[in-house]
């Protein structure tokens, strides 16, 4: 029987992957015009973006948004290397690629630097934290990964920063894959500067990443940065004074984001978004399990942003006829990048429904039946 793929509104496969991720039909016709860099009407969807991002953040008044061309990285690196000073020590909190990719910039970048790894199922632990910042006065700034995408684990962001306040660190939080799904209020949960990006659970295309500072760290920062593109100070001042970006913006990126955050607000913000997310991991998880899969994670680590599953060890799978068989059905999953464990991830967010979910589950049914393959349920 010939197999009719599932589609996205524009008729591509669905990416059920950690990002660039499925965006709506309006998300991408919002692209389909030209506009100057000093356009008005452009600079004025500028900063109705970048207000509305400090808005989702809970950062009125106390933050604001300084966004960076590029990819996620490219805010990240912008955010460690305007915020730690030339002579500050940062203490890296690592269970995954992205925290392993914080430490790689610190280092590139020159920055006295500490790591405290934790395998990549186990959070980072409340109690060495603790007791490093302790025994360390020279250790200035504290990062940590919201969501770590290597794994989908969700780490306690929150009592990591009650940790870090307590000890008058200063924290940079990664929160790309969490930001706009996951809460994270900037009144609640001390930080001096979140990064995150378009084309994540904003579901943008990709093209922008920004940090949100708060506003008195971020002026404390003249100075720090050690490149000229990444420097967050000098990117706001431009805002600041012109209302432009200092060098090409990625006009397409961000009036397609705007439309985006629209939409986001009319999902009904974080909450809304994350509730689509949840149900969404819920019936990953669940339909997953029913036919044999194991996650890596235990519920009360998972983040309903991406699931790790254990590589079925039946002599008949074959993860390149399952990928395949499941793109060729419409839906793209991800391979793991875990060390701990040889696995495969498949995302939950991006403008994907419940049901388009279910119908991912009946696809992977269906593969498995193909290949023969029946996997021993968890007892
Ligand atoms: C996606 C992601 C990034 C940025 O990755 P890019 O490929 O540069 O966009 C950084 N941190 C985390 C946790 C991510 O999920």
Same mark, same amino acid.
């Given at each position: 029987?010939? %197999?009719?793929?599932?589609?996205?509104?524009?008729?591509?496969?669905?990416?059920?992957?950690?990002?660039?991720?499925?965006?709506?039909?309006?998300?991408? +016709?919002?692209?389909?015009?030209?506009?100057?860099?000093?356009?008005?009407?452009?600079?004025?969807?500028?900063?109705?973006?970048?207000?509305?991002?400090?808005?989702?953040?809970?950062?009125?008044?106390?933050?604001?948004?300084?966004?960076? +061309?590029?990819?996620?990285?490219?805010?990240?690196?912008?955010?460690?290397?305007?915020?730690?000073?030339?002579?500050?020590?940062?203490?890296?909190?690592?269970?995954?690629?992205?925290?392993?990719?914080?430490?790689?910039?610190? $280092?590139?970048?020159?920055?006295?630097?500490?790591?405290?790894?934790?395998?990549?199922?186990?959070?980072?632990?409340?109690?060495?934290?603790?007791?490093?910042?302790?025994?360390?006065?020279?250790?200035?700034?504290?990062?940590?990964?919201?969501?770590?995408?290597?794994?989908?684990?969700?780490?306690?962001?929150?009592?990591?920063?009650?940790?870090?306040?307590?000890?008058?660190?200063?924290?940079?939080?990664?929160?790309?894959?969490?930001?706009?799904?996951?809460?994270?209020?900037?009144?609640?949960?001390?930080?001096? $500067?979140?990064?995150?990006?378009?084309?994540?659970?904003?579901?943008?295309?990709?093209?922008?990443?920004?940090?949100?500072?708060?506003?008195?760290?971020?002026?404390?920062?003249?100075?720090?940065?050690?490149?000229?593109?990444?420097?967050?100070? @000098? +990117?706001?001042?431009?805002?600041?004074?012109?209302?432009?970006?200092?060098?090409?913006?990625?006009?397409?990126?961000?009036?397609?984001?705007?439309?985006? &955050? @629209? @939409?986001?607000?009319?999902?009904?913000?974080?909450?809304?978004?994350?509730?689509?997310?949840?149900?969404?991991?819920?019936?990953?998880?669940?339909?997953?399990?029913?036919?044999?899969?194991?996650?890596?994670?235990? $519920?009360?680590?998972?983040?309903? %942003?991406?699931?790790?599953?254990?590589?079925?060890?039946?002599?008949?799978?074959?993860?390149?006829?399952?990928?395949?068989?499941?793109?060729?059905?419409?839906?793209?999953?991800?391979?793991?990048?875990?060390?701990?464990?040889?696995?495969?991830?498949?995302?939950?967010?991006?403008? &994907?429904?419940?049901?388009?979910?279910?119908?991912?589950?009946?696809?992977?049914?269906?593969?498995?039946?193909?290949?023969?393959?029946?996997?021993?349920?968890?007892?």
């Amino acid at each position: 029987m010939p %197999i009719t793929p599932a589609v996205s509104e524009t008729g591509d496969p669905l990416l059920l992957t950690p990002g660039p991720l499925t965006t709506s039909r309006t998300v991408k +016709q919002a692209m389909v015009h030209d506009w100057g860099s000093r356009d008005a009407t452009f600079l004025k969807i500028n900063r109705a973006v970048l207000d509305r991002i400090v808005e989702i953040a809970g950062g009125v008044g106390t933050h604001v948004t300084v966004p960076m +061309q590029g990819s996620g990285t490219f805010a990240v690196e912008a955010m460690l290397t305007t915020f730690v000073p030339r002579d500050g020590k940062i203490l890296l909190l690592v269970n995954g690629a992205y925290g392993q990719r914080a430490t790689k910039i610190c $280092a590139v970048a020159g920055r006295a630097h500490q790591v405290l790894e934790t395998p990549e199922d186990t959070p980072p632990s409340l109690a060495k934290l603790e007791e490093t910042l302790a025994a360390d006065p020279s250790i200035t700034h504290v990062f940590a990964v919201h969501c770590e995408t290597t794994s989908g684990i969700l780490n306690p962001i929150r009592q990591i920063a009650g940790v870090v306040a307590t000890h008058g660190r200063r924290l940079l939080v990664d929160s790309m894959s969490a930001f706009g799904a996951l809460e994270i209020d900037a009144g609640a949960v001390p930080y001096d $500067a979140l990064a995150a990006s378009s084309n994540k659970c904003l579901e943008g295309v990709p093209g922008m990443g920004f940090v949100v500072c708060r506003l008195d760290a971020l002026k404390a920062a003249k100075g720090n940065a050690t490149t000229v593109v990444l420097d967050l100070h @000098e +990117q706001w001042q431009a805002f600041e004074r012109t209302g432009q970006w200092r060098f090409t913006p990625p006009i397409h990126v961000i009036v397609s984001l705007h439309q985006a &955050i @629209e @939409e986001h607000r009319a999902e009904g913000g974080v909450k809304g978004r994350g509730a689509r997310y949840a149900a969404n991991c819920k019936i990953l998880i669940d339909g997953m399990a029913k036919l044999g899969f194991r996650p890596l994670l235990p $519920a009360d680590l998972q983040a309903p %942003i991406i699931v790790t599953f254990h590589m079925p060890t039946h002599a008949a799978f074959k993860f390149q006829a399952f990928y395949d068989g499941l793109k060729d059905r419409g839906y793209v999953i991800y391979p793991g990048k875990l060390t701990v464990a040889d696995s495969f991830r498949i995302g939950c967010i991006g403008r &994907i429904t419940p049901e388009q979910m279910k119908g991912a589950i009946a696809a992977v049914a269906e593969v498995l039946a193909d290949m023969g393959v029946t996997l021993k349920k968890a007892a």
